[in-house]
């Protein structure tokens, strides 16, 4: 049984260690749980993602690739879905080690960037993901019949997704930056052109695809990220 807070001040490093154990284990079922859930109800889940490629036929190019891919879609999910329970086991076991500074500032900090991650795909979903789709689409349409194969559909949305939940966690190292003294809120104001120069960048980095209006969301998704970090830095007088 997981000791509580009031005693893992004296508990010894094989005490711990089973904690560590016992923590890692509860959060592996739940991700092998939420797995099981989403590789059973593959084809509603299958359903939603070709909700952005609407009309598009898809192909199955190879023997079991549909196969393959929801094994696929059923781990991420899985894994995106237990995460907030994963780091919340990681609170729970380093929380006695923190001093009252240390757990006021580490909790409010992970939680959100669980919160601005789940933000980020959000937006890819409902937002870059059609606008990049509708692209493609149109481009040649009068030459061409778009028909794609599902796997290769699914790695595209996946890789945005992931893409720009990684580009949303913008604010939260603007704020260690800010609480650790790197930087202050009024330097990185004066950085503003930089910025969006380094935005353009990085909304082309970072989302697959090539066509402009994508890479134009992204870069102003992570220019007002930029201005929120840099408003709540001000907010804590930082």
């Given amino acids: 049984m997981i000791k509580n807070w009031d005693n893992n001040a004296n508990m010894s490093i094989f005490e711990h260690l089973e904690e560590l154990r016992q ?25 939603l993602l070709q909700q952005p490629a609407n009309g598009i036929k898809f192909l199955q190019l190879a023997p079991g690739e549909y196969f393959f891919a929801s094994i696929k879609i059923a781990i991420y999910l899985g894994f995106l879905i237990s ?5 919340y086991q990681l609170i729970l076991f380093i929380l006695p080690g923190l001093t009252k500074k240390e757990a006021s500032f580490l909790i409010p900090v992970l939680i959100s960037s669980i919160l601005l991650f789940f933000a980020g795909t959000l937006f890819g979903y409902k937002i870059l993901i059609p606008a990049a789709l509708k692209f493609f689409i149109t481009y040649g349409e009068d030459i061409i019949e778009p028909i794609w194969s599902f796997e ?25 930056l800010g609480i650790t003294n790197t930087l202050s809120s009024s330097q990185m104001l004066k950085y503003w052109k930089y910025t969006i120069f380094l935005s353009t960048i990085l909304g082309a980095v970072l989302t697959p695809s090539t066509d402009p209006l994508t890479q134009i969301f992204m870069s102003l998704a992570i220019t007002g990220l930029y201005l929120v970090g840099i408003l709540v830095l001000k907010s804590m007088n930082r």
């Fill in 23 to 47: 923590r890692i284990f509860s959060a592996l079922a739940i991700f092998i749980i939420i797995t099981i859930a989403c590789f059973l109800y593959n084809k509603n889940i299958s359903w």
């Fill in 152 to 176: 290769q559909y699914f790695n595209f949305i996946l890789l945005l997704l992931f893409s720009t939940g990684i580009a949303f966690q913008l604010p939260i190292i603007q704020i260690i």
């Fill in 83 to 87: 995460s907030p329970f994963t780091i």
